[in-house]
């Protein structure tokens, strides 16, 4: 027992009277425990234990082929009025999936062992943080838990003795069918079951399924917000530091903005750039009445195929230690993990993450699964901020949104204020690629980034982020909109992304401290080109120009898009927003 606390004990007591393990182990964090399950899981080829002296402490696991992604149809937001989850997630009756899923539940760990593992979504110590305790009869959720959270008995240091406010996770794997898989969300109750899944998505409960389903919901009822973001720090000569938070749909170049490596033309003036978080974010108000922002999360859980060297320098290195990785491939020559962008040199003698022999000459299909993952500790990268673990968060500047645009958005704009900057944020879209479904173009919305995450129903996310501007009044964050996907005639995108995207969170910092103008447009604030640096790239005073530019026409288009989805939220939508669309036409008009 890591805990007197007697709620947290009696639920316990219940989960396994529930699904009835033949043993039962706390997880106390210590690195003893942790190599003894380390040593179990090798034995049972739950995992590959990796080249000890190319990848110190790391191992490869393999999920079944049925259950390698997060399954959004199968998961679900349990609370008493379905208008409480809304039109963007599955809703079912409490009732109705407890009795689900107590079916399913019960006896499934007969003749398996029960871990029981407290961790904190936040530094220990925190006001900000808060517990959860996931119960899992997989070794691999203990040893990821490990890596993503702060686990064990330094855990119930951020819950009182007689604390009721834990998150109350169970998770099986059951038999792996995904037939009878389900993620449960029971925001009310604060509590995720999860079965039938082994994969990291559907069963670290921790992330995801607390750190923005539930976060987001208990975020609405004590003042806070759960967001889909990175944080991150820029450091400039003089060694001041201003922090961003971003959020951004998938394939938007979240990852690599969170570990930014500034061009070369900064880094020799002293500016450098400091990691936060690269996913998520819960934002309250400090004592001095600014916002500020902590990364819930312990480490990465990063997709593998793609990053190299060259595409993220900071995210690679944080893979060379004590990382996880899932559903890659292993080279036999020396026993090390491969993926595709990993290296130009496929090995030629190795095991895809299927488990079949696999000969990068000659293969017909891909080595690692395209949803791959690593997990590593947030210490392994070489830009951590040294505010990582700061109780009090880091004081943010600026908000940014953005997606995928060919034509439509600008390289970058301001808000008018924060009412205008939520409208930008909750009408959030990406464009669809070939690659991701074989017609090029279709807008998605994925209002925040959050389309998948949000605990309950969004216009009352939205409504949420309202209140909390008028909480905030003079001292909010500025909120801007950026787009690194603006194409030419050709379809070649036209400005560089990656290290360069530091030119315009630099043109954003400035905004915040009034260092310089701008032109005001019908949708919001735009550069003058003059003040973008593009001294050492590619791209010419025309192309930022061309970037820039506002085509009211397609802007037009985007206001009937941008009706259309409101209207998915009928009565729950903040007429503050309609306020915004109504006043974006008129400047358009």
Known sequence: MLTKNENVLKWVREMVSLCNPNKVIWIDGSEEQLNELRQQAVESGE?????????????????KQNDVARVEDRTFICCEKEEDAGPTNNWCNPSEMYNKLRRLFDGVMKD???????????????????????????????????????????????????????????????????NNRYIAHFPQDNTIWSINSAYGGNVLLGKKCFALRIASYQGKNEGWMAAHMLIVGIQNPKGEVKYVAAAFPSACGKTNLAMLIPPSIYRNEGYKIWTVGDDIAWLRQGEDGRLYAINPENGFFGVAPGTNEHSNYNALA?????????????????????????????PENAIDWKGNPWNGKTATEKAAHPNS???????????????????????????????????TTPLVYESFNWQHGVF???????????????????????PMAMLPFCGYNMGDYFKQWIVMGNKLKNNAPKIFNVNWFRTNKDGQFIWPGYGDNMRVLLWILDRCEGKVGAKETAIGFVPNASDINIKGIDITNNELEEILSIDKGLWKEEAEGIEVFFSKFKNKLPEELKQELENLRKRLA
């Open 318 to 346: 944080s893979t060379k230690k004590n990382t996880i990785f899932t559903n890659v491939a292993l080279n036999l020559n020396d026993n090390t993990v491969w993926w595709e962008g990993l290296s130009e040199n496929p």
């Open 373 to 407: 993952r690593f997990s590593a500790p947030a210490r392994n990268c070489p830009c951590l901020s040294s505010e990582f673990d700061n109780v009090k968060g880091v004081p943010l500047s600026a908000i940014v949104f953005g997606g995928r645009r060919a034509k």
């Open 112 to 178: 398996r062992t029960m871990y029981i593992i407290p961790y904190s979504m936040g530094p220990i110590g925190s006001k900000m943080a808060k517990v959860g305790v996931e119960i899992t009869d997989s070794i691999y959720v203990v040893l990821n838990m490990n890596i993503m959270t702060r686990i064990g008995k330094v855990a119930f240091e951020n819950l009182d003795e007689s604390s009721n406010d834990f998150v109350r996770g169970l998770h099986s794997k059951a038999d792996i069918d995904p």
């Open 47 to 63: 995992l590959i234990k990796l080249n000890e002296e190319k990848l110190p402490g790391c191992y490869l696991h393999r999920t």
């Open 424 to 446: 930008v944020g909750a009408t959030m879209a990406s464009e669809t690629t070939a690659a991701a479904t074989g017609k090029v173009g279709v807008v998605r919305r994925d």
